[in-house]
C-alpha cells in the first residue's frame, strides 16, 4: 500500500511563508515579466499543497476525487512591491547597443546621447608606370573620426572632429529640427554638413563599397569641397525626398578670405521599392559664386585611390574664376544580392582670364556594380536616397563567417576643355570582407590611366596600384 507523507499544517505555513519572503526580497532584481512569473508559480504552488492537505486529512474521505483548490490570497506586500518596482523601471535611462556604440536616452526617448567615432588603416602600392617615382608603396591613417550625436526633443545635434592628412579639421558640425512642411516630414539644419550631391557624394565613406567615392563625387563639386556651413532644407516623403541649400564656405576657414556662396539643390525617386528589388533614380545642380583669388577651384583625380599622390589627373590652372554651375544624375538599382549604379555630372566654370572671359567644362562619369556571395544583402537608405550601412547576418565575432561583396567600378575624368587639363580612367575591382555591422576589410586593385598636359608627369602613363583598407566605424 502506497504511503502519502504529509507536511504538518505548520510546517506548510513556514514553507509558504518563505516563498513568499523570497519572492519579496528579490522583486526589486526582477523584471517585470520575472515578477510576473514567479507570482502565478507561488500562487499555483500554494494552491496544490492546500489540495493535497485537504485530501490526505480526510476533508473529503467518502471520495477520491480531486478537489479543486480554492484560489490563494493576494498577497499585499508582495504586489505593493512589484507596483514599486514596474513604476522604478519605467523611469529609468536607457542604453542601447544596436549602432555599435552605446546610446543613452530617457525613458521615453526624448532625450539621446551617443558617440561616434570611426578608424581607417590604409595601405598600397603603385607599379607599371612609365615614370619610377610613381610607383611607391606605403601605409597611412587615412581617417580617424570622433565625435557625439544626440538628440533634445525635435532638435538633433552633430559634432565630429577627424584626423586626415596629417591635419585635424572639423567634419560635421550641425544642430537640426525635424518639423513638417505642407503636411510632409521635413528637417531644417544649421552648420557644417556635408554635400547632398549624387549618391556616392551624398553618402559617408564608412558605408560606399569602395574605399573612395567615384570621381563624380570627388571632382564634380563646389570649390568650397564637399562641406559648407549654412542652412539645408530636406523634405521626405514615400519613397523620396528633396533638399535646397544655401552655404558658404566649411568651418575650417581662417577668416583672412572672403567665403563663397553655393546653392544646390538634389531629389531623388523610387519607382520601385520593396523588399527584394528597390530602384533609384535621382538628379542634383548646384550654383556658386567664387571669390577672387580663391584655391581649390579646380581637384585633381586620384584615379589610383588616396595614398599616392603621383598618379593623378591633372586640370591644369584656370585663373579668374567668378562662378560655377553644375548638374548630375543618378541612378541604381538593388535586386536581391546584387546592385548596380551609374552617376554623371558636369561643371561649368566661368571668369576672365589672360585672354579674356572664358567658360569651360569639366565632366566625370562612372559606372559599378556588385554581388554579395553570402551573409549579407546591398544596403540603401531610401528616406535619403543614399548608401546605407551593411547588416551581417553571420558576424565573424560571433564565431560566423561575415559577409563577402565583390564589385568591380569603372570611372573616366575629362578636362580636355580647360586650357591645360588632362584626361584619364580607371577600372577597380575587388571584395569587402564584413566583419560584423561596424568592421570591414577591404581589397582592390585598380588599373588606371593618365594622359596629363601639365605637372610633372605628362603625356600617356598606365599602371596599378594595389590597396587594402581596415574600417572601423560606429
Do not use: C
Not at 542634383?284 to 586620384?302: C, K, M, N, Q, Y
Not at 564565431?399 to 573616366?412: F, P, Q, S, V
Not at 569587402?432 to 610633372?456: E, H, I, K, P
Amino acid at each position: 500500500m502506497m504511503r502519502i507523507h504529509v507536511l504538518p499544517k505548520a510546517a506548510l505555513t513556514v514553507a509558504i511563508g518563505l516563498l513568499l519572503t523570497t519572492g519579496q526580497a528579490g522583486a526589486q532584481a526582477l523584471s517585470q515579466a520575472e515578477l510576473t512569473r514567479l507570482v502565478q508559480a507561488q500562487a499555483l504552488k500554494i494552491e496544490q499543497l492546500e489540495a493535497r492537505l485537504k485530501a490526505v486529512e480526510g476533508s473529503s474521505s467518502a471520495s477520491t476525487a480531486v478537489v479543486a483548490p480554492a484560489p490563494a490570497a493576494a498577497d499585499p506586500a508582495l504586489e505593493a512591491r512589484v507596483a514599486k518596482v514596474e513604476a522604478a523601471q519605467a523611469k529609468a535611462p536607457k542604453v542601447s547597443w544596436s549602432k555599435g556604440a552605446p546610446q543613452f536616452s530617457n525613458a521615453d526617448g526624448s532625450f539621446t546621447f551617443r558617440p561616434r567615432g570611426r578608424l581607417f588603416v590604409d595601405a598600397s602600392s603603385t607599379g607599371g608606370s612609365d615614370f619610377a617615382d610613381r610607383n611607391i608603396s606605403g601605409t597611412e591613417i587615412r581617417s580617424v573620426r570622433l565625435g557625439a550625436e544626440g538628440s533634445y526633443g525635435r532638435l538633433g545635434y552633430v559634432v565630429e572632429g577627424d584626423f586626415a592628412d596629417n591635419e585635424v579639421a572639423w567634419k560635421s558640425v550641425y544642430a537640426s529640427v525635424d518639423h513638417h512642411l505642407f503636411g510632409t516630414q521635413a528637417e531644417l539644419s544649421i552648420g557644417n554638413r556635408l554635400n547632398d550631391r549624387g549618391l556616392d557624394g551624398s553618402s559617408s565613406t564608412t558605408n560606399t563599397p569602395f574605399a573612395d567615392r567615384n570621381v563624380v563625387g570627388t571632382l564634380i563639386l563646389p570649390q568650397r569641397g564637399l562641406f559648407g556651413v549654412g542652412l539645408t532644407e530636406r523634405v521626405f516623403g514615400q519613397g523620396w525626398h528633396a533638399s535646397l541649400a544655401v552655404a558658404g564656405n566649411d568651418l575650417n576657414n581662417a577668416g583672412e578670405d572672403n567665403d563663397s556662396l553655393t546653392v544646390a539643390a538634389r531629389a531623388h525617386w523610387n519607382p520601385l521599392l520593396s523588399e527584394t528589388a528597390t530602384v533609384h533614380l535621382g538628379a542634383w545642380a548646384f550654383h556658386e559664386d567664387i571669390p577672387a583669388g580663391a584655391t581649390g577651384v579646380l581637384r585633381s583625380s586620384a584615379i589610383s585611390g588616396h595614398f599616392n599622390d603621383l598618379v593623378k589627373i591633372a586640370p591644369g590652372a584656370l585663373a579668374g574664376a567668378e562662378r560655377g554651375t553644375a548638374y548630375g544624375v543618378e541612378a541604381a538599382g538593388f535586386f536581391g544580392p546584387g546592385w548596380v549604379s551609374g552617376e554623371w555630372g558636369t561643371r561649368r566654370i566661368g571668369g576672365v582670364g589672360s585672354a579674356g572671359r572664358y567658360d569651360v567644362d569639366h565632366s566625370a562619369w562612372t559606372v559599378s556594380g556588385g554581388v554579395f556571395l553570402f551573409g549579407a544583402s546591398p544596403a540603401y537608405t531610401a528616406k535619403s536616397g543614399t548608401w546605407g550601412k551593411v547588416k551581417v547576418q553571420d558576424p565573424v565575432t560571433s564565431g560566423g563567417r561575415g559577409a563577402w561583396e565583390l564589385r568591380a567600378r569603372y570611372e573616366d575624368v575629362d578636362y580636355d576643355e580647360l586650357p591645360t587639363g588632362g584626361t584619364g580612367h580607371a577600372w577597380t575591382v575587388g571584395t569587402n570582407w564584413y566583419l560584423n555591422d561596424y568592421a570591414r576589410v577591404m581589397l582592390d586593385a585598380v588599373f588606371w590611366q593618365t594622359d596629363n598636359r601639365s605637372g610633372a608627369y605628362r603625356g600617356q602613363d598606365e599602371g596599378y596600384t594595389f590597396n587594402t583598407r581596415f574600417q572601423v566605424a560606429f
